[in-house]
């Protein structure tokens, strides 16, 4: 959520759009933040978030590359199978909120509540759920700053082509 959220972090990472604040248990990553662009950085206090920094330094690098940190989000089962198939949307592309519910055999809004709770975003990529008719859907269930900015560059840093 994009917030100036004031938890102890494990490491937060000056990123185009913002600045990710990075949570982890030591085994996992289990949280990141979007933070004001003005929120200072911080360097990773532990290993997990020195390899999530790492890992999110050569995504923006190239948005190919692929994830291999250990994630430890917390969800219901119904939210787990959600974030389960949007992992499996290909860079460069995108599903519609009612194409992952046919998928999980729900409906799209309870697709959008569950891409909304995801508190790994971007690594669990629900940019790339997008509304019906080329719409780009919400974001973040933020309600401040504008989360839909940065849908939009996350999408286009992978690539994917608007309108097409």
Same mark, same amino acid.
Request: net charge positive; proline share 20%.
């Given at each position: 959520m994009l917030n100036d959220d004031t938890g102890i972090f494990a490491a937060k990472l000056?990123? *185009?759009f913002a600045v990710l604040g990075v949570r982890t248990d030591g085994h996992a990553v289990t949280r990141l933040t979007y933070l004001p662009l003005d929120a200072r950085a911080q360097a990773p206090s532990d290993e997990v978030a020195e390899q999530v920094v790492h890992e999110l330094k050569a995504y923006f690098a190239d948005p190919e590359f692929r994830f291999t940190v250990p994630l430890a *989000?917390?969800?219901?089962p119904f939210q787990r199978r959600v974030w389960q198939a949007i992992e499996a949307i290909p860079r460069g592309q995108s599903?519609?909120?009612g194409e992952i519910a046919r998928m999980v055999r729900s409906a799209p809004r309870a697709v959008g509540q569950a891409c909304g709770a995801n508190r790994v975003a971007? !690594? !669990? *990529?629900c940019h790339r759920v997008v509304g019906a008719m080329g719409s780009l859907g919400g974001f973040m269930n933020a309600d401040d700053?504008?989360?839909l900015a940065i849908k939009?560059?996350?999408l286009r840093h992978e690539g994917y082509r608007f309108g097409a």
């Open positions: 000056r990123a *185009p *989000p917390t969800g219901t599903r519609t909120y971007l !690594i !669990i *990529p700053g504008d989360p939009r560059w996350l």
